[in-house]
């Protein structure tokens, strides 16, 4: 059987340049409307999927109408005596248009998997947008832009319907496999059909399997086994240097549809906690300095430099603030090793051997020396992926760091953390930021946390600043309920004024001496749970008859829920939370009650 191969080379050569032309238009097109917000975004969005929906022949006869001799551009081609119609151009312009949809969305797809902090961190790394997309985003998105590429191919190859109609079926010059199937089975030679319908099938699966046999071979190649530790004895020099002492002035309002966050502080190069419950707005302040968020109005001002001004219109780009941010999933780019991570944000221009002796420093000064580069395998080193979850948190610190930015963000870095490996990084953390001369602000809802590594807190509560304090005046004097609630107050009763240094507790139902002045302002008193004295002398001052109604256990202590003046008729009936070591539970618990317990004057605290 004597076959024309022209629909052979004729498909190859129509489907390899409309999958050429939709690659670059497809992927500039999904890349567009990842970030296009505007109000025809669904029409848009209509028009480049519609070659998916309709059918193909109102697809070949709307190319028919815009490239035909009447229509615009075949107008426009008429001087030069060029038509596109019946053309093998024609057949590529056909298949070019129906295999668009496919590469469109499913580039789109693998860019809207991208985790969105990889950019915003990225952004605060000085990135430029082009730099972030060659070495962040198309990296990323790169299985699924050859798979849609794959797709793309084999759709414009199987195209049929609108490449019959703007070129036609001319043997030799436009007649592609699949015509050449159709109109072999109209003249019943079955054996043709046949041939063609396998060359095609052999084709299209080919590509399918060339690209997941890579991506196979890819994930195999991110998994390898990570390789031995070195020794390195250097201190970090980075640590130690900044262009200048971290002071931040930060007055900003930002009004959402269910949110509305105003606050105004200032931070130095001690620690400032954020401290709150979720919704306070810890995280949007942090976004709002990092230039991830516009805020509605206010000014954000660091070491004497505008960074964000309402008024006068001032907006500097995450790239140019200079400000290091540790999210709260690490947001390590996943196809750079340790060593690339931590390099993105040095500066340009950096020697290869500069670079390897900055990212050593980082990692010998967070105790990760043999992670990063070997003189053998330059920047070939372990994969976020090969990391646990401690050493993912310290090699994006020092990323962070490595920048040398003016202020350092850190969003709840222990949240997902298991109780002994967030001791040690606590540990680790308190000795960094003692030798970074930068302002840091440390979000957290963990007040034992906050206490550990921040000199001064920031209370937040619905958007608003509660208290700005040092760390000992806010657990010692809470401003009101909530804060000393944020700060593990378990026990308050309303109160008012009996005597002169004397307080009525409503709620306890008895009468309190206080050290703190009393004045018209507070309505409630309250004492921590661990400042409750358990007393074996009943004459003392604030000393009361109390029963325990139950209690509940940790590790090292035990709460003690308890009554005064009578007896509990229910677990929920008490009036206070004590808390004691369970050594010393051991030796109180077989007492007979009543027991007398004291509330210290001295640790009774007056709030609104």
């Known amino acids: 059987m004597s076959i024309d191969l022209s629909p052979l080379w004729i498909s190859l050569k129509t489907s390899l340049l409309a999958t050429f032309i939709t690659f670059f238009l497809g992927i500039t097109a999904a890349y567009w409307m990842l970030g296009y917000r505007g109000k025809a975004k669904s029409l848009i969005e209509g028009v480049f999927v519609a070659p998916l929906i309709l059918p193909p022949t109102v697809i070949g006869f709307l190319l028919l109408l815009f490239f035909g001799k009447n229509g615009p551009v075949g107008k426009l081609m008429q001087p030069f005596d060029f038509s596109i119609v019946f053309t093998w151009y024609g057949a590529a312009i056909a298949a070019t248009v129906v295999s668009f949809p496919l590469m469109y969305k499913t580039a789109l797809g693998a860019f809207e998997q991208i985790d969105s902090n990889l950019l915003r961190v990225a952004r605060t790394l000085g ?27 084999a759709r414009a190859l199987g195209e049929f319907g609108a490449t019959l109609m703007l070129a036609g079926n001319i043997p030799g010059q436009t007649q592609t496999i699949p015509m050449a199937i159709y109109f072999a089975v109209e003249a019943g030679a079955m054996n043709e059909a046949w041939f063609w319908a396998i060359a095609i099938m052999v084709i299209s699966l080919s590509g399918i399997i060339i690209v997941n046999f890579w991506q196979e071979l890819r994930e195999k190649g991110g998994q390898r086994g990570q390789r031995g530790q070195r020794g390195q004895g250097r201190e970090s020099s980075l640590l130690q240097t900044s262009s200048s002492p971290g002071r931040l002035l930060v007055d900003i309002e930002k009004r959402l549809s269910s949110f509305h966050l105003q606050v105004a502080f200032t931070a130095d190069e001690q620690p400032l ?30 070491n004497g430099k505008v960074l964000f001004d309402s008024e006068q219109k001032i907006n500097v780009p995450s790239r140019d603030r200079r400000i290091g941010f540790l999210f709260q999933n690490y947001a390590l ?13 040095l500066p340009k221009g950096l020697s290869p ?58 969003d709840e870095p222990f949240s997902a953390l298991d109780t002994h490996l967030r001791s040690q990084l606590e540990q680790q953390m308190t000795a960094t930021l003692a030798n970074y001369q930068g302002a840091t602000l440390f979000v957290t809802h963990n007040m034992e946390e906050a206490y550990r590594i921040c000199p001064n807190l920031l209370v937040l509560e ?19 309920v909530s804060v000393a609630q944020l700060t593990g107050c378990k026990n308050f009763s309303r109160a ?62 035990t709460t003690l829920f308890i009554k005064l003046h009578s007896a509990g008729h229910s677990p929920q009936d008490y009036h206070l939370q004590a808390e004691v070591f369970k050594e010393k539970w051991a ?22």
């Open 127 to 153: 990135a430029k947008e082009s730099t972030i997309f060659w070495r962040i985003s198309l990296p990323l998105a790169l299985p699924g832009i050859l798979a849609a590429t794959t797709l793309a191919f």
């Open 496 to 557: 008012v004024s009996y005597a002169s240094q004397q307080v009525e507790a409503i709620d306890w139902g008895c009468t309190l001496q206080v050290i703190e002045p009393v004045n018209s302002e507070f309505s409630h008193i309250g004492i921590r749970a661990h400042q409750i004295i358990f007393t074996n002398n009943p004459n003392q001052e604030n000393t009361f008859q109390c029963w325990v109604v139950r209690t509940s256990e940790t590790p090292h202590r």
């Open 273 to 302: 906690g954020l401290l709150g419950g979720s919704g306070a707005g810890k995280s949007m302040i942090l976004r709002c300095l990092a230039g991830i968020e516009t805020p509605t109005k206010g000014r954000i001002i660091l």
């Open 462 to 480: 619905h958007g608003r600043a509660v208290q700005h304090d040092s760390k000992q005046n806010i657990f010692e004097h809470p401003a009101n």
């Open 587 to 608: 030796i109180m618990k077989d007492q007979p009650f009543p027991w007398y317990v004291r509330l210290d004057p001295l640790q009774l605290m007056l709030m609104k």
């Open 353 to 410: 051997g500069s670079i390897r002796v900055l990212v050593e420093e980082q990692l010998s000064a967070m105790q990760l020396q043999g992670l990063g580069d070997s003189p053998a395998n330059t920047f070939s080193e372990r994969y976020p992926h090969q990391l646990s979850g401690g050493q993912q948190q310290r090699v994006a610190l020092a990323r962070a760091l490595a920048s040398q930015p003016e202020v350092l963000l850190l």
């Open 333 to 345: 780019f996943p196809h750079m090793t340790v060593a690339q991570n931590i390099a993105f944000g």
